[in-house]
């Protein structure tokens, strides 16, 4: 017999040989993969939008600087890689971050790529160019960047007000990809041109989205796959149906109430299912400039009267949470503890309590059982935000608010709250990432576009800048906690529930890993492949 030690030497041998030829198959380019997705973006603009119905299909069309690594499920400062950048570094005075650039990468339409193009894109966003965005809805992200420079043609530096550490996971988030100079923002919305993985091949809205492998992609082996095609299917019953025949190989990522995941589970039992937090909670907006609303009270009693539980036993069986503006943990890294939550007014469990209270208020401005205040309730028209309305609705029946739906389609939805052309309305808080600097100064910064109640509270402005610079991670947490402790007391945005929802496909679905603190990162697409 072979000595043991020979024995051990042989199989671990072949173990590797078996790993190593496992891996060198494992990958099989070549397919097309066909997803369904739930809605038509207004165009495919990524630095316009603010719905997961373009940054899907988009984000594949783009590289960003850096990125957060696709491979890992949570996105934090700790998982950024180089993307367009090989790699930075921070100056002595930790307010000038440079990047070294990736040489030979080309647009979809063969126009080299050059640092000039990242000093466009940041010059477009901060409003220093002359072609402008329609829509700048990440402008806030960016208040404290003072310029961006070219240094050479594969050298930029971005010039910052003030210290600000995770400046680098707002330019990894999938939202911040690079646009070419020579294309203006016009073409972008319908023609995107990028340096990603894929090149779009159609966008017939309401119909599909079609895109096709860039054959002249800087990472020679990417991306696996010969194409993706989204077929915009809006009823989830149907889209629903129709993967469970096997006509779709993934549905919407994200996507899926806990219903409908079973329906799929007991119909497809092959099909693979996970639940995961969005970081995209549900929440009451109240435009505080139309009365009677530009009373703190009233708006402090529609806060009172939310049961939030109520919200997460109906529409997700129980398996949601609740928090403020950050996501709560253990996936989110900034929500607020447990007991800090419950001590918001509110968020007692007790909602009898809190709902007498609420009438209280209302009594004292005249309003009651034979005086109900009768307003509309604005949507988006798509179940997400359909559903969790019509129990909004019923809610404020309990404190003689008396409401009317109003659903509002996709296109119009984002330029009608941020015209503030609503009354009262549901919303989804749509976070790029989780970070601070960009839920509070995209959402709470006084005059951010996407400050869609109008809040401003300049003192805590202050605090956004402290705990924007400091770099103790554990010292920040207990900074953006007295924050959003502070925004939830203010009702700057009455946070309603942090979804968690649901994403389904078939085994031959290869490369797939679901991020579970951001729904708008990690769909670049270009390491998935089919075992077909």
Not at 192 to 218: C, H
Request: proline letters at 7%; glycine letters at 6%; a neutral charge.
């Amino acid at each position: 017999m072979m000595p043991k030690p020979a024995r051990l030497a042989v199989v671990a041998a072949l173990l590797v040989a078996f790993l190593t030829t496992e891996n060198a198959l494992a990958q099989k380019p070549g397919g097309v993969l066909r997803m369904y997705h739930f809605d038509s973006p207004a165009s495919l603009s990524l630095h316009e939008e603010v719905t997961f119905a373009a940054l899907g299909p988009a984000m594949g069309l783009f590289n960003n600087l850096i990125m957060f690594d696709p491979h890992l499920s949570q996105a934090s400062l700790a998982s950024i890689v180089p993307d367009l950048a090989t790699d930075w570094s921070w100056g002595s005075s930790k307010t000038e971050l440079r990047f070294r650039l990736r040489e030979g990468v080309k647009w979809h339409d063969g126009k080299p790529f050059t640092a000039n193009d990242v000093k466009c894109t940041w010059d477009t966003l901060l409003g220093k160019s002359a072609e402008k965005f329609r829509l700048n809805p990440r402008k806030a992200w960016y208040q404290n960047l003072e310029e961006v420079t070219a240094k050479s043609d594969y050298e930029v530096a971005f010039q910052l007000k003030r210290p600000q550490p995770s400046f680098i996971a707002l330019l990894a988030s999938g939202w911040s990809a690079v646009y070419p100079c020579h294309v203006t923002p016009r073409e972008m919305r319908s023609r995107p041109i990028g340096t990603g993985p894929f090149k779009l091949v159609e966008f017939k809205p309401n119909e599909s989205i079609k895109v096709a492998r860039n054959p002249d992609y800087w990472k020679k082996d990417r991306p696996y796959l010969d194409g993706i095609e989204y077929t915009i299917i809006k009823n989830a019953s149907t889209r629903v149906l129709a993967f469970i025949a096997g006509k779709f190989d993934m549905t919407t990522p994200h996507n899926l109430t806990i219903p409908l995941m079973r329906d799929i589970q007991s119909q497809a039992p092959q099909a693979i299912c996970e639940l995961t937090p969005t970081n995209v909670s549900r929440n009451l907006i109240v435009n505080r400039d139309k009365p009677p609303f530009d009373n703190a009270e009233i708006r402090r009693a529609m806060a009172l009267a939310l049961d939030r539980k109520a919200f997460i036993d109906t529409i997700n069986e129980g398996k949601a949470d609740i928090g403020g503006a950050m996501l709560p943990p253990p996936e989110g890294i900034w929500g607020m503890p447990p007991d800090m939550l419950r001590s918001l007014p509110g968020y007692d469990p007790d909602v009898a309590k809190n709902r007498a209270e609420a009438r209280k208020i209302m009594e004292e401005h005249g309003y009651g059982a034979n005086n109900r205040l009768k307003i509309t309730v604005s949507t988006r028209n798509i179940p997400q935000y359909r559903d969790p309305a019509v129990i909004l609705i019923d809610q404020l029946k309990q404190i003689y608010i008396e409401g009317d739906l109003e659903e509002v389609d996709t296109v119009n939805w984002y330029p009608k709250v941020t015209r503030k052309d609503f009354i009262v309305g549901l919303n989804l808080q749509e976070n790029g990432l989780d970070d601070p600097d960009q839920t509070f100064y995209e959402n709470f910064a006084c005059g951010a576009e996407r400050n869609y109640t109008g809040y401003c509270n300049h003192e805590l402005e202050q605090e956004f800048d402290r705990q924007s610079r400091e770099a103790d991670i554990e010292k920040r947490k207990r900074l953006v906690w007295d924050i959003d402790r502070k925004l939830q007391e203010d009702g700057a945005r009455p946070m309603i529930y942090h979804n968690r929802a649901a994403s389904c496909w078939y085994p031959q679905v290869k490369g797939l890993t679901i991020m579970v603190n951001g729904i708008y990162n990690g769909w670049r697409m270009e390491d998935i492949w089919l075992d077909k």
